[in-house]
């Protein structure tokens, strides 16, 4: 399980389930995948093992290049049937949702110190400043 596999953290959109039902030709499908209880349930798991839960706009994960951030507009737009993402600016190409995870991984971690998100810690060195400086 997600709580005791030695992450210290979990990402997921902040999705408003109200407004994608709407399309009623998804409608039955988001209320068949129970994205609301699944949401809540992770909050409650990751908060009962003292685990921080992050909600990130969901705004183009899908359609952004987790490469360059080049973002598919107009006819490049990828649709629901579109299951590679190709980026015609960096030559990128992976699976949509593997593309669309990464965006959502580098939305909750962007500012994190200490981030492994890009490979390496990127903690920022610190300059030691002496206190009697400036008096």
Request: proline content about 1%; charged content about 25%; aromatic content about 6%.
């Amino acid at each position: 399980m997600l709580v005791n596999s030695g992450y210290t953290s979990s990402a997921v959109e902040k999705l408003n389930i109200q407004n994608m039902v709407k399309n009623h030709n998804l409608a039955q499908a988001i209320h068949n995948a129970a994205w609301g209880k699944t949401i809540s349930f992770l909050s409650y798991k990751a908060e009962s093992a003292g685990k921080k839960r992050y909600e990130v706009n969901p705004d183009n994960t899908t359609q952004e290049c987790s490469s360059c951030h080049n973002i598919k507009r107009g006819k490049e737009k990828l649709t629901l049937k579109d299951r590679v993402y190709n980026c015609f600016v960096c030559g990128l190409v992976m699976d949509r949702d593997i593309n669309a995870s990464i965006n959502i991984l580098n939305r909750a971690t962007l500012g994190q110190r200490g981030s492994h998100a890009q490979g390496e810690n990127v903690r920022p060195q610190q300059e030691a400043v002496s206190r009697t400086e400036n008096r």
